[in-house]
């Protein structure tokens, strides 16, 4: 393959692409580089359109697009010097993505980035990683019941339900026959340790007075997210956790 | 209005305060760990019950005043056996062979009730019942044995064994009572019979004859009015002799005779009864001979002893013809062994098997036409055994009768 049809691959390449020179100062310490060629794919997820970029600097580019606490200059500055290459996962708080970053320098001076997005991967692997988690409790749970209380199985799911939403208040409350009485009251024990100082003759008994009450009417989950809103049609007793948001579903059985 | 008509709600999970707005993904992993807690708790509470269940089983297995088992009806192997079987049976019997452990025994019964019961599937019997004798704890039982199904399909027996032994006194204690019933209305049956045949006769002949002579007492001869008044004499000695025996006999039945044994000389003891019935001997001409050595003392009760030889005396002057013999004589045998012999007439064996038994004993006339009741012999039987000593009789026809007194040593 010639000269020619490397750029056109790389023009066509299904991941972004740039090449780069830095500028150093006096002391040769990298302070920015420009942009000398970029792909179409590398403004399709980055924003960093050929048209937009090249032939400017990136402490011009970074003002509107890169808002970024990370270094580029230094650490692509660096490799440039150095040689060699690196390759990192980089989450741009801008879009709201990740991106694979691969970096490589042939030449003083210069380097070139190979960039796809990965957030759809990372968000699988996050899942997966929740769902393992999630699977490795409960496998525990039913593998060694007896070993456990009713409170104990309740306790563990709470502070799994805590960690499944990044929440950090998690109840479970039984229900009586007569669809308006709370039974049973189950915190976790983080909700318990840092967020709750109710006492427990001040605990609601009855559906009506908590959050809760929509949702055993309507058998409907519910998220609520401006509690401050919603907060005029309910009452929390004093010591009750301050909310801001919150969801919850109700657990149901066929009637006899 | 709920969304869910046929449907309880029976739990609310909630989770809170999340630093960024919750969204579906959120409630999507609530839905699933609620779906898989409420599973868990669903599990739990069975398994609750199923605890509680058992408990209540096991309280009651443990509590029951029964030997509760259960065995491998192919290897008879004990897979459990409750508290109360191990407490009364004593150590470790899981996996040990019942009929072993449980029986006494050094093989399988032969009443082992497995061959009604199918190894695999099919239930030949729902249950046998039967009682036995356990050799190895001396009681009775009641075993009730019941073909269940094991949790892995196969056939496995379940046996109740009931500790019966008071249910079997008390029946045995029933059985005594029907028994002593029994012999009482015999007693009672003897003593009306007596009454209205043995007494009435010669009381009714004493009668007629005083009647007879005082009516017509100048018209007989004084020879004959002689023959009246032996009459009237021997029908008043029967009368008598009858009574006293009634009296005896009647006072033994209602367990007024009690024993007083005390040392007593017996020869001295069979001369003064021999004294008794002399009269009688010699209107028969018949020799009462006293062997008894004279200087033995034995520990007896004098009164209920006299009685027996009095009656054995007279029983034999009975059946003895003019110018027989009698003879009295004892051994030492494991006690004193007394005998009266006679060279009298006899019995067949037919009349030698009842000759106790209340029930066939009929009175025979004697060889002087001599009448009696009956009641003497089941006196000396009755008196015999409350003095702890046994009664026979040895005789041939024709030839002679012995009594055996076996008394033992008081």
């Given at each position: 393959?010639?000269?020619?049809?490397?750029?056109?691959?790389?023009?066509?390449?299904?991941?972004?692409?740039?090449?780069?020179?830095?500028?150093?100062?006096?002391?040769?310490?990298?302070?920015?580089?420009?942009?000398?060629?970029?792909?179409?794919?590398?403004?399709?997820?980055?924003?960093?359109?050929?048209?937009?970029?090249?032939?400017?600097?990136?402490?011009?580019?970074?003002?509107?697009?890169?808002?970024?606490?990370?270094?580029?200059?230094?650490?692509?500055?660096?490799?440039?010097?150095?040689?060699?290459?690196?390759?990192?996962?980089?989450?741009?708080?801008?879009?709201?993505?990740?991106?694979?970053?691969?970096?490589?320098?042939?030449?003083?001076?210069?380097?070139?980035?190979?960039?796809?997005?990965?957030?759809?991967?990372?968000?699988?692997?996050?899942?997966?990683?929740?769902?393992?988690?999630?699977?490795?409790?409960?496998?525990?749970?039913?593998?060694?019941?007896?070993?456990?209380?009713?409170?104990?199985?309740?306790?563990?799911?709470?502070?799994?339900a805590e960690h499944q939403t990044m929440s950090t208040i998690s109840f479970?409350?039984?229900?009586?026959?007569?669809?308006?009485?709370?039974?049973?009251?189950?915190?976790?024990?983080?909700?318990?340790?840092?967020?709750?100082?109710?006492?427990?003759?001040?605990?609601?008994?009855?559906?009506?007075?908590?959050?809760?009450?929509?949702?055993?009417?309507?058998?409907?989950?519910?998220?609520?997210?401006?509690?401050?809103?919603?907060?005029?049609?309910?009452?929390?007793?004093?010591?009750?956790?301050?909310?801001?948001?919150?969801?919850?579903?109700?657990?149901?059985?066929?009637?006899? | 209005?709920?969304?869910?008509?046929?449907?309880?709600?029976?739990?609310?999970?909630?989770?809170?305060?999340?630093?960024?707005?919750?969204?579906?993904?959120?409630?999507?992993?609530?839905?699933?760990?609620?779906?898989?807690?409420?599973?868990?708790?669903?599990?739990?509470?069975?398994?609750?019950?199923?605890?509680?269940?058992?408990?209540?089983?096991?309280?009651?297995?443990?509590?029951?005043?029964?030997?509760?088992?259960?065995?491998?009806?192919?290897?008879?192997?004990?897979?459990?056996?409750?508290?109360?079987?191990?407490?009364?049976?004593?150590?470790?019997?899981?996996?040990?062979?019942?009929?072993?452990?449980?029986?006494?025994?050094?093989?399988?019964?032969?009443?082992?009730?497995?061959?009604?019961?199918?190894?695999?599937?099919?239930?030949?019997?729902?249950?046998?019942?039967?009682?036995?004798?356990?050799?190895?704890?001396?009681?009775?039982?009641?075993?009730?044995?019941?073909?269940?199904?094991?949790?892995?399909?196969?056939?496995?027996?379940?046996?109740?064994?009931?500790?019966?032994?008071?249910?079997?006194?008390?029946?045995?204690?029933?059985?005594?009572?029907?028994?002593?019933?029994?012999?009482?209305?015999?007693?009672?049956?003897?003593?009306?019979?007596?009454?209205?045949?043995?007494?009435?006769?010669?009381?009714?002949?004493f009668m007629s004859m005083a009647a007879v002579l005082y009516n017509d007492?100048?018209?007989?001869?004084?020879?004959?009015?002689?023959?009246?008044?032996?009459?009237?004499?021997?029908?008043?000695?029967?009368?008598?002799?009858?009574?006293?025996?009634?009296?005896?006999?009647?006072?033994?039945?209602?367990?007024?005779?009690?024993?007083?044994?005390?040392?007593?000389?017996?020869?001295?003891?069979?001369?003064?009864?021999?004294?008794?019935?002399?009269?009688?001997?010699?209107?028969?001409?018949?020799?009462?001979?006293?062997?008894?050595?004279?200087?033995?003392?034995?520990?007896?009760?004098?009164?209920?002893?006299?009685?027996?030889?009095?009656?054995?005396?007279?029983?034999?002057?009975?059946?003895?013809?003019?110018?027989?013999?009698?003879?009295?004589?004892?051994?030492?045998?494991?006690?004193?062994?007394?005998?009266?012999?006679?060279?009298?007439?006899?019995?067949?064996?037919?009349?030698?098997?009842?000759?106790?038994?209340?029930?066939?004993?009929?009175?025979?006339?004697?060889?002087?036409?001599?009448?009696?009741?009956?009641?003497?012999?089941?006196?000396?039987?009755?008196?015999?055994?409350?003095?702890?000593?046994?009664?026979?009789?040895?005789?041939?026809?024709?030839?002679?009768?012995?009594?055996?007194?076996?008394?033992?040593?008081?």
């Open positions: 393959m010639d000269k020619l049809d490397y750029k056109d691959f790389l023009q066509k390449a299904p991941i972004g692409y740039a090449h780069h020179r830095v500028i150093f100062d006096e002391a040769n310490n990298p302070i920015d580089f420009i942009f000398l060629e970029a792909n179409q794919k590398l403004g399709e997820i980055t924003g960093l359109y050929p048209n937009y970029v090249i032939g400017r600097k990136m402490s011009d580019i970074s003002k509107n697009k890169m808002a970024t606490k990370f270094d580029f200059i230094s650490y692509f500055g660096n490799i440039s010097k150095n040689g060699g290459s690196a390759d990192f996962e980089h989450y741009a708080e801008v879009s709201n993505k990740w991106f694979r970053v691969y970096v490589t320098s042939l030449k003083y001076g210069y380097f070139s980035l190979f960039v796809s997005e990965i957030t759809s991967l990372r968000d699988a692997i996050i899942r997966l990683d929740k769902k393992k988690n999630l699977l490795s409790v409960f496998f525990e749970l039913s593998q060694n019941l007896s070993n456990f209380s009713l409170e104990d199985i309740i306790s563990r799911s709470l502070e799994l479970h409350h039984f229900v009586g026959d007569d669809q308006s009485t709370i039974t049973k009251q189950i915190w976790s024990k983080n909700t318990i340790d840092n967020y709750c100082h109710i006492t427990q003759s001040k605990l609601h008994n009855n559906v009506e007075h908590g959050i809760w009450g929509k949702c055993i009417s309507t058998r409907e989950p519910l998220i609520i997210n401006n509690y401050d809103t919603y907060r005029e049609s309910s009452h929390t007793p004093s010591g009750h956790p301050h909310l801001t948001r919150f969801c919850i579903l109700c657990q149901s059985s066929k009637m006899n | 209005m709920p969304v869910i008509q046929n449907e309880l709600v029976v739990a609310v999970i909630g989770v809170g305060n999340k630093a960024t707005d919750y969204i579906d993904e959120d409630l999507e992993s609530l839905t699933e760990i609620s779906n898989t807690l409420s599973s868990l708790i669903l599990q739990k509470e069975y398994e609750q019950k199923l605890i509680a269940h058992q408990t209540i089983i096991e309280l009651i297995l443990n509590n029951l005043n029964s030997i509760v088992y259960i065995s491998n009806i192919q290897t008879y192997d004990i897979i459990f056996i409750n508290d109360y079987g191990s407490k009364v049976l004593g150590g470790d019997l899981i996996g040990q062979k019942y009929w072993d452990k449980i029986f006494g025994q050094t093989e399988p019964c032969e009443y082992c009730s497995n061959k009604y019961f199918s190894i695999e599937t099919e239930l030949v019997h729902n249950q046998v019942s039967y009682e036995l004798f356990n050799n190895k704890t001396g009681i009775w039982y009641e075993v009730t044995d019941s073909p269940i199904r094991w949790h892995d399909g196969h056939i496995f027996k379940l046996s109740v064994i009931r500790d019966i032994s008071t249910r079997k006194e008390s029946e045995q204690q029933t059985n005594d009572l029907v028994h002593q019933l029994q012999i009482s209305n015999n007693t009672k049956d003897k003593f009306f019979s007596i009454i209205a045949h043995d007494l009435r006769n010669p009381l009714g002949t007492y100048s018209y007989f001869e004084e020879n004959e009015k002689l023959d009246f008044l032996k009459t009237m004499r021997d029908s008043s000695r029967n009368i008598y002799n009858l009574l006293e025996n009634l009296l005896e006999w009647s006072s033994s039945q209602s367990g007024m005779i009690k024993l007083k044994p005390f040392p007593s000389n017996l020869y001295n003891l069979v001369k003064t009864t021999i004294d008794l019935v002399t009269n009688l001997a010699t209107s028969k001409s018949i020799s009462i001979t006293n062997l008894i050595p004279q200087k033995l003392i034995v520990n007896i009760d004098p009164n209920i002893i006299s009685t027996v030889i009095r009656n054995l005396l007279t029983n034999s002057i009975k059946f003895t013809p003019k110018n027989g013999k009698i003879e009295i004589n004892c051994i030492n045998d494991n006690g004193i062994k007394l005998y009266i012999s006679d060279n009298g007439i006899g019995m067949d064996e037919a009349k030698l098997t009842n000759l106790f038994n209340s029930d066939l004993n009929a009175s025979s006339l004697g060889t002087a036409k001599e009448v009696g009741s009956g009641l003497g012999l089941l006196l000396c039987k009755d008196l015999i055994e409350k003095h702890k000593g046994t009664i026979s009789v040895e005789s041939t026809l024709n030839q002679g009768t012995t009594f055996y007194i076996n008394l033992p040593w008081l």
